[in-house]
Structure formats: C-alpha cells, structure tokens
Nanobody
Framework: QVQLVEAGGGLVQAGASLRLTCVFS????????MGWFRQAPGKEREFVAR????????SYADSVKGRFTISRDNAKNAVYLQMNSLKPEDTAVYYC???????????????????WGQGTQVTVSS
C-alpha cells in the first residue's frame, strides 16, 4: 500500500522560502508521477506542480510558475517542492499525491490522483 508523508511546512514571512518534502513508501517510486496540491480555507483543492516518472518533465500552476520548483530523488523515494518568494496567498495546506503506477497523463487534475498524504500547513504572513 502506497503511503505518502509530507514535512517541511511552517510559518514564514512574505518573501521567504520553504522546502516541502514528501517521502513515498509501499511501491516502486520511480514509476510514479508525483504531484503537489494545496487547499486554502474555504477554497477547493488546487494543482500546484507535478513531475512525471518517466521523463521527469514538470508542470506548474500559473500562480507559482517561476517561484516554485518540484524535483524528485528516486534513490531516496522523495519528492520536493522548493517554494521561493512566498506570498500570503500561498497560505494553504499542501498535499503530496500520486496517481496509479505508470500513469502517463497530464497529471494536473486532482481526480487522477489516488494516493494522498496527510498534508502540511504553510502559512505566509504579510
């Protein structure tokens, strides 16, 4: 059974940086596309970034493009989200997620992801 555990959230001031980590267990990590999503209070969960398992290519939401970077380390079964130039509107619970083994789709919709972590809170003060 795939399990995902996020860490690295916290309270920071606007302009600061944070690095989120998601550790994967229970499967062949190198064959899983990995995504980051976030959910702010009173809002729907939204796509942030994803990295494909085969090509390693990445995709980002327009709101974070140029500020956030998703990466993975297959040797450590981990995916990262480096967040720079944080803004108050980035405040949310951030979730790591994975679709089925070998998924080859775009990976930008939450409904294709079947494994989710418990989330980590990121709060950015102005």
């Amino acid at each position: 059974q795939v399990q995902l555990v996020e860490a690295g959230g916290g309270l920071v001031q606007a302009g600061a940086s944070l690095r989120l980590t998601c550790v994967f267990s229970g499967g062949s990590f190198s064959r899983y596309t990995m995504g980051w999503f976030r959910q702010a209070p009173g809002k729907e969960r939204e796509f942030v970034a994803r990295i494909r398992w085969a090509s390693g290519d990445t995709s980002y939401a327009d709101s974070v493009k140029g500020r956030f970077t998703i990466s993975r380390d297959n040797a450590k079964n981990a995916v990262y989200l480096q967040m720079n130039s944080l803004k108050p509107e980035d405040t949310a619970v951030y979730y790591c997620a994975a679709p089925n083994n070998g998924y080859v789709g775009l990976g930008v919709r939450s409904d294709v992801y079947i494994y989710w972590g418990q989330g980590t809170q990121v709060t950015v003060s102005s």
